[in-house]
């Protein structure tokens, strides 16, 4: 470093004590030594001036630098971060003053350390001391300009401080920097906007009460007299039914909350008592009854009641054990309240931020017990709260907590229970089953599992009647048998057997699920497979793709494929049902390639019985799947497929190869323009972009040339290899060696593995 710079930064760290003790002057209780700051502030402001000429000449970059970097040490790196944690840990346990001691002596070391500044400011924030947490917000920018930290402890500081506007820019700074964050900045700026709003609201509120306005007076006194302790419950509970009465306009439920009247009602000891759950009399349900309907009236359109409510220590576990009360009344002014505080995103946020979430889930659920609305109520507000992501995370977490009180809503009986209320509740479990690791710990209980046979079967009693109960249900057991492998072959044995005796309904949604429940449980076991096809599912899966139908359709044509798979007696059937395989040729047309995909499996088993490859002779089956192993298809799974299904006709049925022989030709002959290539290394085939190295149409042709199945499987992987760029008579032997040990090897075989060892040759030199 040169001398001049060592010197300007010598005088610059010194400058930083200085200019941190002024600012401490500056915010000092004491005029005298504000007076004095301000005048050495003055000073120091008109000796910069004089001397930035020459320090502009000097300056080749314009940071600043707080610390030289070679000031840092292994040693005092270590000593600081020991400091900062030393810091944390009393930050973790309330003791901020001694956090800031620890964070200050760290930074008498090391001035360029931002963390220690942040943390050294939010512990400031912790203290109500905001300026001086700006001072070391500024100081950690300074340190890094782009420190996301710093401006979220400086919206902060200014929040507190209600310079709204300037905490709203520190907020969006940090949008601007990372917008990865724009969720969080989102709730910070709501935070901006709630706090201005209530700032507004409690200025307007106390003009009401200085002009003397009744209600705003009256308001005042009452509260007041409820702050006084020792009187009876039934003399809080008339009080708190007048101030009740009171709460029309927001300028009463304004001056409640500026009056403090959440302690006053909160914090009296008889109140208190009366919250009680246990032993209550009438008097005491009065009370609570009063108060639940005073916050109610006070919260009604008012967030920043809504916050002070629900941010008070005792709140989190209160409304859930009232809304758990014995006492119905109780209960349905909780869940009002509840409700309230729901309707915003705020509150919501309130209420899962706040609250026992466990305790809360577990009421809700208890609500099922009420036959009229206040079960659709309590389901209701459940299922917003299911809704919102951080309520996701959480009972994800929280499942092994809470999955009892779940299975025992399951375990119900449909008869006796609210049937939209319970569909409902069943719903927010399907919903949430849908993420991999809550369907997990859901299928992993036996008895969850058994709980949904259970109801199942209570359904199946009357199947009209509890229509909605069991097409609910079935859509949280697709979710469930989601889970691979299948936890219990016994359990998907037992709903497949159900399921395939609701394939006989009339009920439309209730046949899809149902065969949705199947194409997923089929595949777990062979036995499964045997019961469905002496039930005649491929009869009705037959039928369900001649219905049409995309959802119905995928999990039919994903059925067929399995049993076809598994057992020759499913394609016999399965041919003579649909003759020339019509419907699963239809299929492949489809743009759903899930749909396609099992189609083209299906269709490669069935061709496997015999002459039903010749009766396909006339069709254009063989251009369609060669398109679709060419590239049409975007899934690799139906390229496969397509692959596979076209080397089996081909081996079933030679003619196919030689009839279509001038037809791929002219599909495989690639056009010569003079000096035109392709920079992307792609080449347009007929109506197929192939990328280089692809060649799924050639292999799908060479599975023609092969009578041995064993000698499939190794072809399936070709377009994997890297090809040579160049021609390559060892490649054209590697492919005709293998046939040259076929007993029984056509023509036809031979001159389509000609064409295709030449078309792989030509293309090897495209420009």
């Not at 820019?169 to 209530?198: H, S």
């Not at 009604?300 to 576990?317: F, H, K």
């Not at 492919?735 to 593995?753: G, H, M």
Request: proline share 4%; aromatic share 6%.
């Amino acid at each position: 470093m040169a001398d001049y710079q060592e010197e300007d930064l010598q005088k610059f760290l010194k400058n930083v004590d200085e200019i941190t003790n002024l600012i401490q002057e500056m915010n000092s209780d004491d005029p005298v030594v504000r007076e004095k700051a301000v005048l050495e502030t003055e000073k120091r402001l008109q000796f910069t001036e004089e001397d930035q000429e020459e320090d502009e000449c000097r300056t080749t970059v314009d940071k600043t630098m707080i610390s030289p970097p070679q000031a840092s040490t292994k040693n005092t790196d270590e000593i600081n971060t020991a400091l900062k944690e030393k810091g944390n840990e009393a930050f973790v346990k309330g003791d901020y003053e001694t956090a800031i001691l620890c964070y200050s002596e760290g930074l008498e070391k090391l001035k360029d350390m931002k963390v220690l500044y942040t943390n050294r400011a939010q512990a400031y924030i912790k203290l109500g001391d905001y300026r001086k947490a700006l001072v070391d917000c500024e100081w950690a920018l300074k340190c890094d300009e782009k420190c996301t930290k710093a401006y979220f402890h400086m919206g902060k500081a200014h929040l507190a401080l209600k310079n709204y506007s300037v905490s709203r820019g520190c907020y969006q700074k940090i949008l601007e920097i990372n917008p990865q964050l724009q969720t969080q900045v989102k709730d910070y700026l709501n935070q901006v906007d709630l706090r201005e709003k209530a700032d507004l609201q409690e200025k307007e509120a106390q003009e009401a009460l200085d002009s003397g306005t009744n209600t705003a007076v009256t308001t005042k006194n009452l509260l007041e007299i409820l702050s006084k302790p020792d009187h009876i419950p039934s003399f809080y509970a008339g009080g708190i039914e007048i101030l009740t009465d009171m709460m029309k306009d927001c300028t009463e439920r304004t001056l409640f909350r500026t009056h403090n009247g959440f302690s006053i009602i909160s914090e009296n000891e008889v109140i208190r008592r009366c919250f009680s759950t246990a032993g209550k009399d009438a008097v005491e349900e009065t009370v609570c009854m009063s108060v639940l309907r005073l916050w109610q009236a006070v919260c009604s359109e008012n967030e920043e009641n809504q916050r002070l409510l629900v941010l008070r220590p005792d709140t989190g576990q209160l409304l859930p054990s009232l809304l758990a009360s014995r006492v119905p009344n109780i209960r349905q002014q909780t869940l009002a309240l509840l409700l309230q505080l729901a309707q915003t995103e705020n509150g919501r946020s309130l209420i899962m931020g706040h609250l026992d979430l466990t305790g809360l889930l577990e009421a809700l659920v208890s609500f099922l017990d009420f036959s009229d609305k206040k079960a659709n109520s309590a389901m209701g507000l459940l299922t917003d709260l299911a809704l919102e992501e951080r309520f996701q995370v959480w009972f994800q977490a929280s499942l092994p907590d809470v999955l009892l009180a779940l299975t025992g809503v399951l375990k119900r009986d449909p008869k006796v229970t609210n049937t939209s209320a319970l569909c409902q509740c069943i719903a927010i479990m399907g919903n949430l089953s849908a993420e991999a690791a809550t369907r997990r710990q859901m299928s992993a209980s036996e008895e969850f599992r058994d709980a949904c046979l259970g109801l199942m079967a209570k359904c199946e009693e009357d199947v009209d009647l509890f229509r909605e109960v069991m097409y609910t249900l079935l859509g949280l057991m697709m979710n469930l048998c989601l889970q691979s492998p299948c936890v219990s072959e016994v359990w998907a044995m037992e709903v497949s057997r159900k399921c395939l005796s609701l394939l006989n309904s009339q009920d439309g949604g209730i046949l899809t699920r149902a065969a949705g429940i199947l194409s997923r449980t089929l595949s777990s076991s062979l036995k499964i497979v045997e019961e469905a096809l002496r039930a005649g599912v491929v009869k009705k899966m037959i039928k369900f793709l001649k219905a049409g139908g995309q959802t119905a359709s995928r999990y039919a044509v994903k059925i067929l494929a399995i049993c076809t798979n598994s057992y020759h007696e499913a394609r016999e059937e399965l041919i003579r049902l649909d003759k020339k395989l019509g419907v699963l040729m239809q299929l492949l047309g489809s743009e759903d390639e899930i749909l396609v995909g099992n189609a083209t499996l299906c269709l490669g088993n069935c061709v496997e019985v015999p002459h039903v490859a010749s009766s396909l002779l006339t069709t254009d089956i063989v251009p369609v799947l060669l398109k679709l192993a060419g590239g049409d298809a975007q899934k690799t799974a139906v390229q496969l497929n397509a692959g596979i299904a076209l080397g089996k006709l081909c081996t079933a049925e030679p003619r196919c190869t030689a009839r279509q022989g001038a037809q791929l030709l002219l599909w495989r002959k690639p056009p010569h323009p003079q000096g035109t290539g392709e920079s992307s290394g792609c080449s347009r085939r007929g109506n197929t972009v192939m990328g280089q190295g692809s060649f799924w149409a050639p292999t799908a042709v060479v599975f023609s040339l092969f009578h041995s199945r064993s000698l499939l499987q190794p072809l399936l992987f070709l377009p994997l290899l890297p090809l040579p760029l160049t021609p390559s008579p060892l490649l054209s032997v590697s492919f005709l060696s293998p046939l040259l040990f076929q007993k029984q090897t056509s023509p036809a075989s031979f001159f389509f593995f000609f064409f295709f060892a030449w078309d792989l040759s030509v293309w090897e030199n495209v420009p």
